[in-house]
């Protein structure tokens, strides 16, 4: 990976040879555990330091490692911006995914605009259809299967169908856009750009297909809104959808996997669960903790002085997620999972006016889908042989994981 020079306001003495992406730990490894590799930069050396190359271009980033630090940065939009064009600098363009890269007020109008899509009351009438597709799919696999691959069989297509069917889309398309998503996320420069064109031809698609014809959908909600008086721009509904599509279906299927993996290696809390299924809400929100896939980037808007910290105009702040759940000064032993863990504010799903929009649906997925998968499938663990991939990255994954219970 490229790494740019490190710039001259950066004291030497807080740069840091640590990288989410190429860091120990952090390629694809069987077996790995990624989160208790980042997880040591609370062991010693400052809670602010610098990496000379953090993100996917090997562009450095000063990388807040508390998690009261992580909170105040992701606060003060003034200060750090969310806009940095992410996706369509892919394709070679700036125009921001919508609400993510936008910050106050134009955040504030397009959040509450969409405030409705995820709502309690919707993500409620949805839980049957959630319930139904996680039932299917385990139902399948049992009847069929005394093992599988649990993100092939189950997570990959479990999520994306539940994300299709909150959007009001059709599910025949499901595995192609899996692929374009992984590519996004995972893949190189060369299919990070073919899949953002991909993607972006998928979206202007379905707009084109709903100005035609309208529909009880996510699209038709998106064309037919008005913002201060005015509909969407093509450009919004493109940056609204390129957001919704992406942001569900890999984040979720990666939650779900990791837990799969916990479980399968942790027999009484997996029987424990079993059991005892009203245990899941809160054992979800310990996983999400302990797993939290996100590293969370902002642009400094201006010259600024964090905690004693020169950090210049342009400079990218990174709040890894996994690093602020595992910080000894806010979660009492954080490299143990405890299932029955009270007061649990993580931030998995972000932090501030950022925080995820579709953060209820993806609990109610993870819950939902463990909750199935745990009264459907008996006592299970990893196949001999085999071992879960994972890795780290913008976004930290598992793959491989191969499940038995014969």
Known sequence: MKTNPIPDH????????????????????????????????????????YSPSNTRDGRGTWV???????RRVLEDTETFSSHRSIFASALGENWPVIPLELDPPA?????????????????????????ARAGALIDCIAKEKTSCDVMKDFALPFTVSVFLSFLGLSQR??????????????????????????????????????????????MTFALQAKIEGRSLTEEEVRGIGVLFLVAGLDTVAAAIGFDMAYLARNPKHQELLRN????????AEELLRAYSTVQIIRVATKDTEFEGVPIREGDYVSCPAMIANRDPS??????????????NQHTAFGYGPHLCHGAHLARREIVIGLREWL????????????????????????????????
Do not use: Y
Not at 14 to 34: C, E, H, K, Y
Not at 112 to 128: D, I, M, T
Not at 331 to 340: Q, R
């Open 330 to 343: 806010e979660f009492k032993c954080p490299n143990t999972i405890d299932l029955a863990r009270q007061d």
């Open 107 to 131: 955040h504030g109008v397009f959040r509450a605009l969409l405030n409705p899509l995820f709502s309690s009351r919707r993500v409620l009438a949805l839980e049957p259809t959630i319930h």
């Open 173 to 218: 398309r499901s595995e192609v856009l899996v692929g374009w998503v992984s590519d996004l996320l995972h893949g190189n420069a060369e299919k990070r750009t073919a899949a953002a064109r991909s993607v972006v031809a998928f979206i202007d698609e379905m707009a084109a297909m709903r100005r035609k014809s309208p529909a009880v959908d996510f």
């Open 10 to 49: 950066v004291p030497p003495a807080l740069v840091r040879d640590f990288s989410l992406f190429t860091s120990p730990g952090m390629a694809p490894t069987p077996n790995g555990d990624p989160h208790a590799a980042v997880a040591c930069v609370h062991d010693n050396g400052p809670p602010i330091f």
């Open 276 to 283: 005892e299924p009203d245990r899941l809400g809160l054992a």
């Open 64 to 70: 807040i490692t508390r998690a009261r630090d992580q």
């Open 375 to 406: 009264a459907r499938i008996p006592a299970f663990r990893i196949k001999e042989g085999t071992a879960p991939i994972t890795h780290g990255g913008h976004v930290f994954g598992i793959s491989n994981i191969i499940l038995t219970w014969a």
